[in-house]
Nanobody, 125 residues
Framework: QVQLVESGGGSVQAGGSLRLSCAVF????????MGWFRQAPGKEREGVAA???????SYADSVKGRFTISQDNAKNTLYLQMNSLKPDDTAMYYC???????????????????WGHGTQVTVSS
């Protein structure tokens, strides 16, 4: 049973930083990919960033240059470093994962089968 558990959300002022973590349990495959998605109230869930088992990454245009996705395989943990946060970044952030082959770099929800419960990020102006 694969479980993804997010943490690290919170409230910050615009311009601040947060680092989200996603602990992965029960996932031992070598050919995988993982990502971060977010959903604001009244909006659809959107892809933020993703990474595959080779370390290739993909980012949404809205976060390029501000967010960095990374993984620590020894700790089975995925991270999202978020800098220069804006009020528009306010959303529930979800960790997601699945196995290849896939077009994971497109950052679409239907390419990811495993999901966490989310962690809230609130950015005030």
């Amino acid at each position: 049973q694969v479980q993804l558990v997010e943490s690290g959300g919170g409230s910050v002022q615009a311009g601040g930083s947060l680092r989200l973590s996603c602990a992965v349990f029960g996932y031992t495959y070598s050919n995988y990919y993982m990502g971060w998605f977010r959903q604001a109230p009244g909006k659809e869930r959107e892809g933020v960033a993703a990474i595959d088992s080779d370390g290739n990454t993909s980012y949404a245009d809205s976060v390029k240059g501000r967010f960095t996705i990374s993984q620590d395989n020894a700790k089975n943990t995925l991270y999202l470093q978020m800098n220069s946060l804006k009020p528009d970044d306010t959303a529930m952030y979800y960790c997601a994962a699945d196995l290849g082959p896939s077009r994971w770099w497109l950052l679409v929800t239907n390419e990811f089968g495993y999901w966490g419960h989310g962690t809230q990020v609130t950015v005030s102006s």
